[in-house]
């Protein structure tokens, strides 16, 4: 049984649903990198640097394209991140060719060939080797057959190559699956899904980017094998992981739920899909509102992560009240835990970590609406997060029922305001606004350790309440008493 079918909860895609799907899409629009022929073929506009890259392969007598994801996204209109160039020519071959290389991967084939300052990935037609731990080819063989290449490849829209001399090469239908709007594995998903786990939160990632769905086949084996992507290293997972959070359609997360995938590298999350809420604050299960949330921050690491983790500690704090009315007291704190438990796990850098945290852990911060308070706020929370709190009680709100939404938001507005007054006016809010420096107690006398800091703090509290205070001759005075 697939795992989709086990679950009982808001198991309905929202509407984003339906912006990837629609049958028949058209291939190769106005816009974009992608063109059609006199018979009205698309084709692909490749850039002059991969022109020259594959033409200077081909003079020297190789066989080379553009493939994968490069090839995808122009028939779709997109811009592709990069170009990735596949080619019968072997490492030590492709190094002949050009005057410029490094050395990126030789034992599995990829060069990169640089053109002016930009590298291009060039990489040697292969069949990967037996995969014994469901991440890597154990060993790769070099081939002098494009399909072999392609055939390695994880999903039909991902396995088309093109190149001017030779055109479009499609051997498993890739371009009727983006006309369809279909992630379909190549060849048997379970055999695919078997040798690489990550595939499975691949599959999801690109329904997200893209907006496709996942073919039926493909969907039944990722559900069963899902349980495998514990194996994958935490790297590769969050990879994938922050390209659905980073998508335009984040709420596709909930496919990697649905799939089990969640379950087997972020539990915590399928908690909160559990989690129902009677509040008249919410209309969602807290998951569900995790998930919407996402949908209404701007697409930035930092804020989707916080978005995802803002309410993960809810589970932990449910209270249900004499009425039946659920409550979740103190439970920002919980998240932030959470948020640093699941970011070390998946081996986020520190800088990240520490904003998601602190954000997570005042997301449900709530302020008088006037200076002082909001100046003390900059201070306790950090000055470098806090105008980020905005954008997130703005999506946390809107992803809540409409009771008071209106206040909220207004409410919201008003400390925003207040906030940008003091930046205007440059409020005082950290030790470095003082008017006074380590230095300037020095000279008037005072021993440099923890009276000094002590000092310097009463200070700073003291021009918190009142900026007109924050003046070296007046602070000296009143805290050294010269
Ligand atoms: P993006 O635009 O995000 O870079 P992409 O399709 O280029 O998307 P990459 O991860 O850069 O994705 O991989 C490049 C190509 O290599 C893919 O299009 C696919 O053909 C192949 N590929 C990458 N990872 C795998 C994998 N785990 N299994 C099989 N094929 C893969
Ligand atoms: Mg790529």
């Not at 209106?406 to 207040?418: Q, T, V």
């Amino acid at each position: 049984m697939m795992q989709v079918d086990a679950k009982d909860t808001d198991r309905e895609l929202s509407p984003v649903e339906d912006q990837g799907k629609g049958a028949d899409r058209e291939l190769s629009p106005e816009k974009g990198p992608s063109d059609k022929d006199v018979s009205g073929n698309a084709v692909v506009v490749l850039p002059g640097d991969v022109k020259k890259v594959i033409k200077t392969l081909e003079d020297a007598g190789y066989h080379a394209f553009a493939v994968g994801g490069c090839v995808r996204d122009s028939f779709m209109g997109r811009k592709p991140q990069d170009w990735d160039i596949t080619t019968s020519a072997k490492p030590e071959e492709i190094k002949k060719v050009f005057k410029r290389t490094v050395d990126t991967g030789i034992k599995h084939g990829t060069v990169t060939v640089l053109i002016d300052k930009r590298g291009y990935e060039v990489t040697t037609f292969r069949i990967d080797g037996e995969y014994t731990d469901q991440r890597h080819p154990d060993n790769v063989t070099f081939t002098e057959d494009l399909e072999e290449d392609l055939r390695r490849r994880d999903f039909t829209i991902n396995a088309m190559a093109w190149s001017d001399s030779k055109g479009l090469v499609d051997i498993y239908g890739g371009t009727e699956d983006l006309k369809r709007g279909l992630i379909r594995a190549v060849g048997d998903p379970y055999e695919r899904f078997g040798e690489d786990a990550l595939r499975i939160l691949r599959a999801v990632r690109f329904s997200a980017q893209l907006g496709f769905e996942i073919e039926e086949q493909t969907q039944m084996a990722a559900g069963q094998l899902s349980y495998t992507i514990a194996a994958v290293s935490a790297e590769r997972i969050r990879e994938e992981l922050m390209k659905i959070l980073v998508s335009d359609r984040p709420y596709y997360l909930k496919k990697a739920w649905e799939l089990g995938i969640t379950a087997a590298v972020m539990p915590e999350l399928d908690r909160c899909m559990e989690c129902g809420q009677n509040n008249p604050h919410h209309m969602y299960s807290v998951g569900e509102h995790i998930l919407h949330s996402m949908e209404n921050i701007a697409s930035d690491p930092v804020l989707r992560l916080t978005m995802l983790f803002h309410d993960m500690g809810k589970p932990e704090k449910k209270t249900v009240d004499k009425d039946g009315i659920t409550h979740n007291k103190g439970h920002a704190e919980v998240s932030a835990k959470i948020a640093d438990e699941v970011l070390h796990r998946l081996k986020f850098d520190n800088a990240t970590i520490s904003s998601v945290t602190r954000l997570v852990k005042w997301h449900e911060l709530r302020l008088p609406e006037d200076r002082t308070a909001v100046r003390r706020a900059v201070n306790k929370v950090g000055e470098d997060i806090f105008p980020l709190l905005f954008p997130v009680k703005i999506a946390d709100t809107m992803a809540q029922s409409d009771y008071k939404r209106a206040e909220k938001l207004a409410h919201c507005a008003r400390i925003k305001a207040i906030y940008e007054e003091i930046k205007r006016d440059g409020d005082p809010v950290t030790l470095k606004d003082l008017a006074v420096k380590g230095q300037d107690l020095k000279d008037a006398g005072v021993a440099p350790g923890p009276d000094m800091g002590r000092m310097l703090g009463d200070m700073l509290n003291e021009v918190l309440d009142d900026p007109s205070k924050n003046n070296r001759d007046y602070l000296i005075g009143r805290y050294v008493g010269k």
